[in-house]
C-alpha cells in the first residue's frame, strides 16, 4: 500500500523513509485540514536517525503540525537547538554494553595528494591486524582516487547513496564510503575505522561515524582540520 493511502485509511503503523516523508507528508497534512480531520489524535511522529532531518529541511517544519513528535538520534545535540524543539523532554536508554573506544586524532596534510599518500600507507599497514578498515570522506573526488592508490590484491568497494545496495560482505578488505553508511550500517567485525574531515562535516559526523562499530573495544584515527 503506497505512503498516502496508508495514512488516508490511519493505519496504526506506516513505516516509510525520510525522504518520502519530506515529500508527501507536507500534502497530506494539508488534505487533513482541508477536510478538517484530526489527524493527531490518529498518529505520533517518530522519526529514527533524527539528525538526518536536518537535510531535508521540510520535514523539520512539518514537524510543527505534530502535537506528539519522538526522535530517535545518538546525537540529540544537533537538534535540540532548533526552534521546533523548544519544549522536549530527553530520554536514554539503558545500555548494557560498554563501549572502550581509542581514539587518534590528527591534523589533516595542507595538500590532499600528502593526505593521501598517508592513508594508503596506513591501510598496507593496518590491514595485517584487521578484518576491515572503513574510511569515509564527503570528496567524491578523492573517493576515487583514493580507492585508485590503495594495493588492487585489496578488495575495495565504494559506498554512498546510489551504491547503497553494494555487498560488504566478508571478502571486502577495504570501505570507502560517505556519510550514508552512518544510517545504514553497523560492523561487528574487527574493523578500523578512518575518518576524513571535509567541510561538509559537523561534531555529530564525527560521533556517529565512531559508532558504527559495535565492537566492545575498536580503534579510530581521525584526521580533522583542526
Given at each position: 500500500m503506497e505512503f498516502k493511502e496508508a495514512i488516508n485509511h490511519f493505519l496504526p503503523v506506516v513505516?516509510?523513509?525520510?525522504?518520502?516523508?519530506?515529500?508527501?507528508?507536507g500534502g497530506i497534512i494539508e488534505h487533513f485540514y482541508?477536510?478538517?480531520i484530526d489527524f493527531n489524535s490518529?498518529?505520533?511522529?517518530?522519526?529514527?536517525?533524527a539528525h538526518l532531518i536536518l537535510e531535508p529541511?521540510?520535514?523539520?517544519?512539518i514537524c510543527r503540525e505534530f502535537n506528539k513528535v519522538g526522535l530517535i538520534t545518538a546525537t540529540a545535540s544537533d537538534i535540540s537547538c532548533l526552534s521546533v524543539f523548544e519544549e522536549y523532554e530527553k530520554i536514554n536508554s539503558l545500555a548494557d554494553i560498554k563501549y572502550h573506544r581509542t581514539i587518534y586524532f590528527y591534523k589533516l596534510k595542507s595538500k590532499m595528494e600528502e593526505q593521501r599518500?598517508?592513508?594508503?600507507?596506513?591501510?598496507l599497514e593496518e590491514i595485517k591486524r584487521y578484518n576491515k578498515i572503513l574510511i569515509k570522506i564527503?570528496?567524491?573526488?578523492?573517493?576515487?582516487?583514493?580507492?585508485?592508490?590503495?594495493?588492487?590484491?585489496?578488495?575495495k568497494v565504494l559506498?554512498?547513496?546510489?551504491?547503497?545496495?553494494?555487498?560488504?560482505?566478508?571478502?571486502?578488505?577495504?570501505?570507502?564510503?560517505?556519510?550514508?553508511?552512518?544510517?545504514?550500517?553497523?560492523?561487528?567485525e574487527k574493523l578500523l575505522s578512518i575518518f576524513i574531515q571535509t567541510p561538509l562535516d559537523t561534531v555529530s559526523s564525527v560521533e556517529q561515524f565512531v559508532g558504527r562499530n559495535r565492537n566492545e573495544d575498536?580503534?579510530?584515527y581521525l584526521y580533522m582540520r583542526q
Open positions: 513505516i516509510t523513509t525520510l525522504s518520502n516523508a519530506s515529500k508527501c507528508l482541508h477536510h478538517q490518529e498518529y505520533t511522529l517518530l522519526i529514527d536517525e529541511i521540510s520535514l523539520i517544519e599518500e598517508t592513508i594508503v600507507k596506513q591501510v564527503e570528496d567524491k573526488n578523492e573517493w576515487e582516487r583514493l580507492k585508485e592508490c590503495i594495493d588492487n590484491e585489496l578488495k559506498y554512498n547513496s546510489k551504491r547503497k545496495e553494494v555487498e560488504i560482505n566478508e571478502d571486502v578488505d577495504i570501505i570507502i564510503a560517505t556519510s550514508c553508511i552512518q544510517s545504514s550500517q553497523s560492523f561487528e575498536s580503534t579510530a
